[in-house]
């Protein structure tokens, strides 16, 4: 048999006109339609994520239980708010499991506070914010627009269902909160919820928090004891902790820009107690 040219060994193999087949080891290429159907699912997972991340983020449950609802009147209040004369805010009012704000000149509602399964006890309204102690223990602050803060209160269920929270919330003044308990006071700043000092109640005595008194600046609290003179029976304290002779309290005020504190003293220096 005579031997044949190699190219015309190959035009033979594929034929008249044909394409050589790929060489081993080398994929055929794709056609578009098989691009088009892979990129398809891609493309879609892309465009349906956007809504989907929403969805799951609306469904969350909201912290402790909140639901804030705020009405068209809170906007409309926002263009008087550099009015010469504004009218005192109207108390707030519990009304069933809701806290709600009113306007206080035509009564609209401006806001309505709710948490799951809790109800309010007791509110105030200190330095433009709604403070609530619910029946669980907790106190709330806000200003209409979010919930600001949450505080738990130690051991609340101790006593607070019998008591009801008579006088346990007290405007101490100059941005201070404080949370009267029988077992002890503790003083809140309003503006972030930062606890400044704890003032616990003297061993085998009791604060009754509806028995305090304003007077002046301070407020005073009665601390009943079984065998105690009457005036440790009676304790004063202040936006600063309790009033003593000769105190040096630190300030509550929040730190200037750069983290350094404003100074409630001239000379605030470390006061070490005097010995015994």
């Known amino acids: 048999m005579a031997a044949q040219p190699v190219g015309a ?7 008249e006109g044909g394409e050589a087949p790929p060489a081993p080891g080398v994929a055929a290429p794709k056609s578009a339609a098989a691009t088009r159907s892979r990129l398809l699912p891609t493309l879609l997972a892309l465009l349906l994520a956007p809504p989907l991340l929403a969805i799951a983020h609306h469904a969350r449950p909201a912290p402790y239980g909140d639901h804030l609802t705020v009405h068209a009147a809170a906007h409309a209040r926002v263009g008087h708010a550099t009015a010469p004369e504004q ?9 069933g499991a809701a806290i709600e704000a009113h306007h206080p000149v035509t009564g609209a509602p401006l806001w309505r506070y709710t ?5 309010p006890l007791t509110s105030l309204h200190a330095r433009g914010e709604a403070i609530t102690l619910w029946d669980d223990g907790m106190v ?16 609340a269920g101790e006593w607070l269902p ?8 007290r405007h101490l003044g100059r941005g201070m909160l404080a949370v009267v308990t029988p077992h002890r006071v503790a003083a809140y700043r309003i503006a972030d919820g930062d606890l400044r000092w704890v003032l616990p109640a003297r061993e085998g ?4 928090p509806a028995r305090a008194v304003r007077h002046g600046k301070s407020l005073l609290l009665a601390q009943p004891c079984t065998h105690a003179a009457w005036t440790a ?8 902790g309790r009033i003593t002779p000769h105190r040096r309290p630190l300030g509550n005020e929040v730190g200037e820009e750069g983290g350094e504190p404003r100074p409630e003293h001239v000379n605030p220096e470390k006061v070490v107690a005097r010995p015994r």
Do not use: N
């Open 205 to 208: 005595c009791a604060f009754e």
């Open 115 to 119: 948490r799951e399964g809790r109800r």
């Open 233 to 240: 029976q009676v304790i004063a304290v202040d936006d600063l």
């Open 9 to 15: 060994t190959e035009g033979g193999d594929s034929g």
């Open 87 to 95: 009218p005192p805010p109207t108390p707030l009012r519990r009304r």
């Open 162 to 169: 019998a008591h009801g929270g008579t006088g346990v919330l």
């Open 140 to 155: 709330t602050a806000t200003d209409g627009r979010s919930v600001r803060w949450h505080r738990t209160l130690p051991a």
